[in-house]
């Protein structure tokens, strides 16, 4: 699994990209594409949703945040394969839309104080 810096850049990368195509199908002279607003705005989603599983299963894997802080887990797990396993439990996905469904199982995984709440917060009036 890459660092979390990493997923973090390719996840800003992404989101700039879909900014791009927003302002391009929606500028005044240029022509309005309902299909590549839907486009961008999927796009944008998915990678949410991706950033939010990667850095869970690192997490779960001990990996340390962008600041350098680790985030409490009591069972730390080596494989990264293992980690989405139990994540997943036998579902084809994982809901990742509601923030009260995400922070509560981010609590379930990692404990209350697990300072993964506090960045999801100020997405909470996007989602």
Avoid at 33 to 51: D, H, P, T, Y
Avoid at 109 to 115: D, E, I, K, T, V
């Amino acid at each position: 699994m890459p660092p979390l810096s990493k997923l973090k850049g390719v996840f800003l990368g992404s989101l700039s990209d879909c900014r791009a195509l927003y302002r391009h199908c929606l500028t005044p002279n240029g022509v309005h594409s309902s299909a590549g607003v839907e486009a961008a705005f999927l796009q944008m989603f998915k990678s949410w949703e991706s950033l939010l599983e990667d850095c869970t299963v690192a997490f779960l894997c001990g990996h340390l945040r962008c600041d350098g802080n680790l985030v409490s887990c009591d069972t730390y797990i080596k494989s990264e394969a293992f980690a989405r396993v139990l994540l997943y439990q036998d579902r084809k996905f994982i809901e990742w839309t509601e923030v009260d469904t995400v922070t509560g199982r981010w609590n379930n995984l990692f404990g209350a104080s697990n300072l993964l709440e506090g960045a999801i917060k100020p997405g909470l009036t996007e989602l």
